[in-house]
Every structure is written in C-alpha cells, then in structure tokens.
C-alpha cells in the first residue's frame, strides 16, 4: 500500500487552479523530489499533502501506518511573530509536540535525540541562544533539526537548502540521504537545485506547463 | 507596617490580597500567549463582553448572573479566538467589534432600565472595579482560589503545547498536534479569568494585567520558558504591592495595581537595556 496517495487532485486557491487531475503515489523508502518555476504550486501541493488546505477537488490518503505525527515538516516561510522569545532548544524539541499525546513534558529519549539533532546540524554552540537573534541560515539550521525531531516516517521539506553555506549545503544532502537509506524515511522535497535532484532523488515530480513525473535510476 | 497588621486581621482584606494575587497569576501566565498571538486587547475586549452580559442580568432579573456572564464571555471568547489565525475576520477587528457593541449595549440597558439613581457611578464602578475586591463574598474567594488552581495546573500540563502551538501553528499542525482545541483550551480558559478579574481591577484595566508582566519580562528574558516564569513571579509581586499600597495610601485598587506593573516595566526595560539579552 501507498505511504501518500493523491487521487484526481485539483490544487488551488478561491480564484485560481493550479493543478488538475493530479494522481501520485509515493511508498516507503522513495527520495522524491518536486521542481518547478516560482508560483507554479509546489509549496501548495506540499500543505494540501499535509493537510493544511484542503484540495478544491479529488482525495489525499495516507498509508502503511503514516499517522500525522510521524511526519516531519520544513515550511519555505514560517509566520512565526517577530519579537517571540524561544531558544533554539525550545524551538528544536518542539518537534516531538505532535508525539507526546497527553503526556505533559518531554521524556530522557526525546531530550537526548533533540540534543544530536542540534548538533547534527553544528547549532550545539546556539542551544540557548535566541531564536530570533539568529542569522537566517541559522534559523533555517534550527528549523530542519525541528522537522528531524518530528519525523519518523516522512519527512517533507519546502526548499531545505536555502540559505545555507555550500559546505552546510552538502552536508545536509549527505544527511538527507542517509536518514533515507538507512532509517528508510521517506523524504520529499521542493528543490531549485537541479543537479542535487538528479543526483540522491528516486523520483522527480515536475510543475511545468503540465505536471509530470519521472522515476530516476541509479547505479 | 503596624497599619498594614493590623488591617491584615479584617478577613475582608484579607481575601482581596489572596483573590488579587491568584488573579494576577493566572492572567500573567497567559499573558505571554495572547500578547506573541496579537491578542492583547482580547482581555479588554472580553471584559467589556462581560460587562454588557451583567447589565443584561441585571435588567433580565437573572439571579446567578455570575454563571450567565460566565457563559456568554467563553462563547465569544471562542468565537474570537477559536479561528486561531484561519479565522475569517482579522483578529483585532473582530475583538473591536465585539467590544464595543457590547460595551453600547450593556451601558444603554443600564441607562434605560435602571433603578438606581446613581448610573454613572455604577457603570463607573463596574468599568474600573474600585470597591468591589473589598466586598467579596466568602464563597466568591473559594470559587476563584478552585479556578486559579484549575488555570494552573492546565497551563502546567499544556505549557509545551501551548509554545508549540503558539510558535509555529502550521507546523504543529501538520505534525499532528490538534491545535483547534488548544486554541479553544486557551480562549475559556482566558474568558474565565475576564469574568472572575472584572471583580479585582473592573472591565477597563483587565488588559493591563494580561498585558503588562509579559511584556516587562520580554524585556529582560530571551526563552519562553524564563519568560513566562519572570512574568508569573512579577504579575504576583505587583498585584501585592499594588494591593497594599491601595489599603494603605487609600487609594483606589486597580489603578494603584496598574501604576505598579508599570512601574515594573519601566524598570525591566531599562534592565533589558543594559543586559542586551546577555540574560
Ligand atoms: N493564500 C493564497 N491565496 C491565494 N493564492 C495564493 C495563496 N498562496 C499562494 N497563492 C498563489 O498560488 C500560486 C502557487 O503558490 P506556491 O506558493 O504554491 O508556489 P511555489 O511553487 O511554491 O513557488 P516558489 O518556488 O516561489 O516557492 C502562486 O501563483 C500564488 O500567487
Ligand atoms: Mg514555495
């Protein structure tokens, strides 16, 4: 069975339509990754998947034991309040929210796994810094570790690697691909890098003139 | 200090200090939420709520007019705060409207149907809350102590929640956290406190209590966490103070709370400013 599976989708707003007729599915272990101009639908598609929108036609169904809160989520802009105080620790283990149920604090496990996050992503020096006194690659560091905390069979990502350096760059792809590989999480991803798409994606989901799909085959 | 004792010993005051400061806790530590949500007018918007619900008890000959103001405070106080940032009109537009009609309509019923010749200074009385903390009756100080305790212990057991919904609503969303009903849990729980603090500082200074402890520890802290602890501990000194300065100097209750948490801010400000968030 399907992870994701979109049927006869019609993306949109009020006044316009985006996508039509869209039929996807997406299983376990792919590296998707979607590409297309700017305003083309790509972050649309990505909250209607989540289901932050709800589609103007057609159904989004989940899978193989895919529950919401074991989806991981990096949004293109968070509308988050300016002056909002929250340290980066706080930001990071807000991730397990959606886990913890009724249970009201975060336990040993889930303290220890958003410490590595942290320092998976070289924040361990800005644990407690300020969450808004960050540059924005920074914020962009601390929010991916969140969406890493949330994870655990999906992970969605709206154009992860803007605004990180070349070398943080690369070793998120590297990241991305183990995480996919070797903890079998499913990741899709709205990209502009193309080469980097062609390169650890399984699948390409296009928005152009007309949405199109294509499986990629590595050796 | 011989004079603070011994007022100390009249029950009456003593139930105002132990009703004022448990108030001031529980707007406080909400406080935080509704300001970083745009919400900071809502306390003033829902008092004003329940200020036209009371008129309308009165002139209804309602007798538990304190369970129907109750009521009709929490259902607005959804109908604003429930959309959490879907809703359709714009939060502070929604807020004004509501307010304000109800703000026109209580003051209109009062001046039509009243009895008493002293309108203005009922109204006056309700808005600014001068003497009615002094005038508490026993079972409204146990109400409010088992309210305060509930307020608590929700926030204690929500606190992460309600960060995460208040940080980033989308995300939460989308990770499975049901943040329709934590918005919901935040709007009662705000609209309770209204009703029962409308009796402390009156409808008008209720937005100050919500308001200012938060945004003073802004000032200084950088963590929601530090935040929220300085807000609560400050919003509790200030209501003593404030309370203690009223009896003795005479002067009258809210205001005197009121000058005391700005007082506080002006203070945390200039701390902030020389701390530069080193803190
Ligand atoms: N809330 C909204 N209401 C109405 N129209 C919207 C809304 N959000 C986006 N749109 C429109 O929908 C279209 C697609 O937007 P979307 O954000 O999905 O683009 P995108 O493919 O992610 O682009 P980018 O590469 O710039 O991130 C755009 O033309 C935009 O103007
Ligand atoms: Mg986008």
Redesign the interface.
């Known amino acids: 069975m399907a992870l994701i599976k979109c049927s006869d989708l019609t993306l949109g707003y009020e006044n316009i339509v985006l996508a039509e007729h869209l039929n996807l599915e997406v299983n376990s272990g792919e590296y998707w990754c979607i590409t297309g101009e700017n305003g083309t639908g790509k972050s649309t598609f990505m909250?209607t998947v989540?289901?932050?929108r709800k589609p103007l036609a057609g159904t989004i169904s989940y899978g193989d034991g895919l529950?919401?809160?074991?989806?991981?989520?990096l949004?293109q802009q968070?509308?988050?309040?300016k002056?909002?105080?929250?340290?980066v620790?706080?930001?990071v283990i807000?991730?397990f929210?959606?886990?913890?149920g009724l249970r009201?604090?975060?336990n040993k496990a889930e303290k220890e796994q958003a410490r590595r996050n942290i320092e998976k992503f070289g924040l361990a020096e800005l644990a407690?810094?300020?969450y808004r006194?960050l540059s924005g690659g920074q914020q962009q560091r601390v929010l991916l570790a969140?969406a890493l905390c949330?994870t655990g069979k999906v992970l969605?990502l709206d154009e992860p690697v803007t605004g990180l350096d070349p070398k943080v760059t690369e070793e998120f792809y590297e990241l991305i691909k183990k995480i996919n590989r070797e903890d079998n999480i499913t990741v899709i991803m709205i990209s502009h890098d193309l080469e980097a798409c062609r390169k650890y994606a399984t699948h390409v989901l296009n928005f152009g003139e007309k949405i199109t799909t294509e499986e990629i085959k590595h050796d | 200090m011989t004079k603070l004792i011994s007022y100390l010993q009249y029950p009456f005051v003593r139930n105002a200090l132990i009703v004022g400061v448990l108030i001031a806790l529980c707007a406080s530590l909400l406080g935080v939420t509704l300001v970083l949500k745009r919400f900071s007018f809502i306390g003033d918007g829902l008092s004003h709520v329940a200020f036209g619900a009371i008129s309308i008890a009165a002139v209804a000959g309602i007798t538990n007019d304190t369970l129907f103001t109750m009521i009709v405070t929490v259902v607005s106080a959804v109908l604003i705060l429930g959309g959490g940032r879907y809703a359709k009109i714009k939060g502070d537009a929604s807020i004004a409207m509501i307010s304000v009609s109800a703000l026109a309509l209580g003051y209109l019923l009062t001046n039509v149907f009243s009895t008493s010749s002293n309108v203005s200074g009922d109204v006056c009385s309700t808005l600014f809350g001068s003497t009615l903390i002094l005038t508490l009756s026993r079972a409204d100080v146990i109400l409010c102590i088992t309210v305060s305790i509930v307020v608590v212990a929700l926030f204690i057991f929500f606190y992460n929640k309600i960060f995460a919904v208040t940080f980033d609503e989308d995300f939460a969303r989308a990770t499975g956290t049901r943040a329709d009903v934590y918005n919901y849990l935040i709007a009662i729980i705000i609209a309770v406190i209204v009703v029962l603090a409308m009796n402390l500082v009156g409808s008008l200074l209720i937005s100050a209590l919500v308001v200012f402890p938060a945004m003073s520890a802004m000032r200084v802290f950088k963590s929601f966490k530090k935040v929220t602890i300085c807000s609560a501990v400050l919003s509790v000194i200030c209501a003593f103070s404030g309370m203690v300065i009223a009896i003795l100097a005479g002067t009258p209750v809210g205001s005197t709370i009121v000058v005391t948490d700005i007082v506080a801010f002006v203070l945390f400000s200039i701390v902030g400013k020389i701390t530069e968030g080193r803190i």
């Not at chain 1, 002056?83 to 340290?87: E, I, L, N, R, T």
């Not at chain 1, 929210?97 to 913890?100: A, D, E, R, V």
């Open positions: 909250k989540l289901g932050l529950e919401k809160n074991n989806i991981g989520y949004p968070m509308q988050y309040q002056d909002f105080p929250a340290s620790n706080e930001v807000s991730g929210q959606g886990k913890t009201p604090f975060y407690d810094r300020c006194e969140r949330a969605l």
